[in-house]
T-cell receptor, first 113, second 116 residues
Framework: GENVEQHPSTLSVQEGDSAVIKCTYS??????FPWYKQELGKRPQLIID?????GEKKDQRIAVTLNKTAKHFSLHITETQPEDSAVYFC????????????FGGGTRVLVKP | EPEVTQTPSHQVTQMGQEVILRCVPI?????FYWYRQILGQKVEFLVS????????KSEIFDDQFSVERPDGSNFTLKIRSTKLEDSAMYFC??????????????FGAGSRLTVL
């Protein structure tokens, strides 16, 4: 089955700096890669996703890149703010109805003011 | 914005007791899931459910676990005889296929299960 690895496990950045989180996946059939943000004690919430026919997607201060050949994808957060502090999870799935997500181990991001 | 709702938010139980966690998925969603998250660890897939039957289950989802959609709105996870290692946050999720074909999951707020 699919295995998703995520690095780093913790990331501390100064407010205003950029944060980059990287994930690799093992199943070449995976073609849908969402990113979830989980604030302390709350539910994971989708922040951005990318499909395998797209190399990059951007939404305001967050962007995701995908290298299908190397089987890795990354989340980039620019101009970080204290409210970006959370745990971020990458996930992989085969883009089809009802297919499960396989999550990475999570990255705890701390933005220092 | 439609939400997935879960009850209870927190349940404390004795080892060996049965527990039922309840979920109300988003009304027009067709696919339902249970995930769990042991404190400080990754979110792990347990089971997916579609058209009143299990679509897929993980190795975690053994004979102690069962799921049911008893009526048109609820989706339940039952643990027959809880073990200490069942202590975790259990997330229900539901999904619908977006116009782009992506299977976008929406998670509930979770039910924290503590087994003593």
């Amino acid at each position: 089955g699919e295995n998703v690895e995520q690095h780093p496990s913790t990331l501390s950045v100064q407010e205003g700096d950029s944060a980059v989180i990287k994930c690799t996946y093992s199943d070449s059939a995976s073609n849908y890669f969402p990113w979830y943000k989980q604030e302390l004690g709350k539910r994971p919430q989708l922040i951005i996703d990318i499909r395998s026919n797209v190399g990059e997607k951007k939404d305001q201060r967050i962007a995701v890149t995908l290298n299908k050949t190397a089987k890795h994808f990354s989340l980039h957060i620019t101009e970080t703010q204290p409210e970006d502090s959370a745990v971020y999870f990458c996930a992989a799935s085969i883009r089809a109805a009802g297919n499960k997500l396989t999550f990475g181990g999570g990255t705890r991001v701390l933005v220092k003011p | 914005e439609p939400e997935v709702t879960q009850t209870p938010s927190h349940q404390v139980t004795q080892m060996g007791q049965e527990v039922i966690l309840r979920c109300v998925p988003i009304s027009n969603h067709l696919y339902f899931y249970w995930y769990r998250q042991i404190l400080g660890q990754k979110v792990e897939f347990l089971v997916s459910f579609y058209n009143n039957e299990i679509s897929e289950k993980s190795e975690i989802f053994d004979d102690q676990f069962s799921v049911e959609r008893p009526d048109g709105s609820n989706f339940t996870l039952k643990i027959r005889s809880t073990k200490l290692e069942d202590s975790a946050m259990y997330f229900c999720a539901s999904s619908i296929v977006s116009p782009s074909g992506a299977n976008v999951l929406t998670f509930g707020a979770g039910s924290r299960l503590t087994v003593l």
